[in-house]
T-cell receptor
């Protein structure tokens, strides 16, 4: 079945460091891919998405490129801020309207 | 646009009581709503899919008599945790799929349920 694998956290970075959170997926067909962010005690907010191969989603300095050849959708940001501290979830929708979520990666950014 | 609300945001109840959680799409019609459960420091687990006017579809292992879902209108779905026990304590999150957007879900802020 479909699945999403994220790198285990927590990830601890200093402010202004470069961030990469790896996400790979297994799916039949051509899924849509998403990154969501969850701040403490809150629900999920869509960070970015990509619906087809080679699409690049971007928002608030975060980027992720849909790589079909490597079945990956890694999240990157060039310079993280303390306010980016949160849990990041990679997810896919293979067309069944049900999301498959990764386990989440906790990011902690230190001032 | 595309705002989903949940009520209440937090609820504490005694063991054996029932708790109802509401999920509303505020500015759009949602053909489908989803209910998730999230344990501390874990991912979201899909519990059920709710379509307006029809019975909910539950994921394997989720007790339909325990978690009653009603989707009475295109903007409201409710989850009732019946005869709640401490092991039902969790963070419950709903999401809604926009009628004309086939692959994007919008998430509510979640409800923290604590059963004493």
């Amino acid at each position: 079945g479909d699945s999403v694998t994220q790198m285990e956290g927590p990830v601890t970075l200093s402010e202004e460091a470069f961030l990469t959170i790896n996400c790979t997926y297994t799916a039949t067909g051509y899924p849509s891919l998403f990154w969501y962010v969850q701040y403490p005690g809150e629900g999920l907010q869509l960070l970015l998405k990509a619906t087809k191969a080679d699409d690049k989603g971007s928002n608030k300095g975060f980027e992720a490129t849909y790589r079909k050849e490597t079945t990956s959708f890694h999240l990157e940001k060039g310079s993280v801020q303390v306010s980016d501290s949160a849990v990041y979830f990679c997810a896919l929708d293979s067309g069944t309207y049900k999301y498959i979520f990764g386990t989440g990666t906790r990011l902690k950014v230190l001032a | 646009g595309a705002v989903v609300s949940q009520h209440p945001s937090r609820v504490i109840c005694k063991s054996g009581t029932s708790v109802k959680i509401e999920c509303r799409s505020l500015d759009f019609q949602a053909t489908t709503m989803f209910w998730y459960r999230q344990f501390p420091k874990q991912s979201l687990m899909l519990m059920a899919t709710s379509n307006e006017g029809s019975k909910a579809t539950y994921e394997q292992g989720v007790e339909k008599d325990k978690f009653l879902i009603n989707h009475a209108s295109l903007t409201l779905s409710t989850l009732t945790v019946t005869s709640a026990h401490p092991e039902d304590s969790s963070f419950y999150i709903c999401s809604a799929r926009v009628r004309l957007s086939y692959n994007e879900q919008f998430f509510g802020p979640g409800t923290r349920l604590t059963v004493l």
